[in-house]
T-cell receptor, first 115, second 115 residues
């Protein structure tokens, strides 16, 4: 079964500092990987996704993620965070099963940016 | 012109009541989903419909019944509400169920509180 592990439940970081949010997945087949962001009291918004090709994926709001097949990781990074980046971040893997594709989420990482 | 909309945004009700949450997407997508986000922010898929046909039905009590009158709508009806049903319910849609890598677009969520 597919699983997604986000190693840190909370990450506090000072404004303008770099941040990395870690994500590992388990899969024996091809997998598509996503990062979503959830701002307080809002729905989920796609940050970026990896389907194939270049392992470095750039998303919105200055975020990027690197797909590492050997380490089964898809860590999210930003070189300099802003207060507005304070949110919950979810890593997700899309995998096939029962004639359709199903999205499995990690448990989320709460990013708190400290002024 | 919200892409995926849900009503109501907040729902507070007594145990034992029956309630419905509505979802509509104007993206022309074929596939729609319901997710439950618990108090620990963990997101789990409940149902998926493709063109009005149920394709994913995770282990969810049969008090939960999705209904899709057309492919732009997927409503969630819950009978005999219990305290444990309190959560945020997200609707989502994607272009297709069979194409890997399709992004799922999420609605703003419905916060259900059962007293």
């Amino acid at each position: 079964a597919q699983s997604v592990t986000q190693l840190d439940s909370q990450v506090p970081v000072f404004e303008e500092a770099p941040v990395e949010l870690r994500c590992n997945y388990s899969s024996s087949v091809s997998v598509y990987l996503f990062w979503y962001v959830q701002y307080p009291n809002q729905g989920l918004q796609l940050l970026l996704k990896y389907l194939s090709g270049s392992t470095l994926v750039k998303g919105i709001n200055g975020f990027e993620a690197e797909f590492n097949k050997s380490q089964t990781s898809f860590h999210l990074r930003k070189p300099s965070v802003h207060i507005s980046d304070t949110a919950e971040y979810f890593c997700a893997a899309l995998h096939s099963g029962a004639g359709s594709y199903q999205l499995t989420f990690g448990k989320g990482t709460k990013l708190s940016v400290i002024p | 012109d919200t892409a995926v909309s849900q009503t109501p945004k907040y729902l507070v009700t007594q145990m034992g009541n029956d309630k419905s949450i509505k979802c509509e997407q104007n993206l022309g997508h074929d596939t729609m989903y319901w997710y439950k986000q618990d108090s620990k922010k963990f997101l789990k898929i409940m149902f998926s419909y493709n063109n009005k046909e149920l394709i994913i039905n995770e282990t969810v009590p049969n008090r939960f019944s999705p209904k899709s009158p057309d492919k732009a709508h997927l409503n969630l009806h819950i009978n005999s509400l219990e305290l444990g049903d309190s959560a945020v319910y997200f609707c989502a849609s994607s272009p297709s169920r069979a194409r890997g890598g399709d992004t799922q677009y999420f609605g703003p969520g419905t916060r259900l509180t059962v007293l």
